[in-house]
């Protein structure tokens, strides 16, 4: 059983920056991928940003503004999101990739506003 606990989200003026955590405990393993994805209203649940023992990986639409990052030696995955814009404003869910089961965390707005 694994458990995801996501922190660091709010609101922010257009330009301005936030930092995602997710912390994840239960069975871990450093080599189990993890991402963060965001659901805007009305809109289908996409990816951000994943990370694997091979690398990460950033969406096209956050790319330069965005980077994840991980800490294995305390299981969180971090989302720096630099020069946000109205457009990324969603619900953030981050997960982790354990064989045979993905787990979500509970998700946390990011509201980007003027």
């Known amino acids: 059983q694994v458990q995801l606990v996501e922190s660091g989200g709010g609101e922010v003026q257009p330009g301005g920056s936030l930092r995602l955590s997710c912390a994840a405990s239960?069975?871990?393993?450093?080599?189990?991928?993890m991402g963060w994805y965001r659901q805007a209203p009305g809109k289908q649940r996409e990816l951000v940003a994943s990370?694997?023992?091979?690398?990460?990986n950033v969406a096209d639409s956050v790319k330069g503004r965005f980077t994840i990052s991980r800490d294995n030696n305390k299981n969180t995955v971090y989302l720096q999101m630099n020069s946000l814009k109205p457009e990324d404003t969603a619900v953030y869910y981050c997960n982790i990739a354990t064989p045979g089961r993905t787990y979500w965390g509970q998700g946390t707005q990011v509201t980007v506003s003027s």
């Open positions: 990370t694997t023992h091979s690398g990460t």
């Open positions: 239960g069975s871990i393993r450093s080599s189990y991928p």
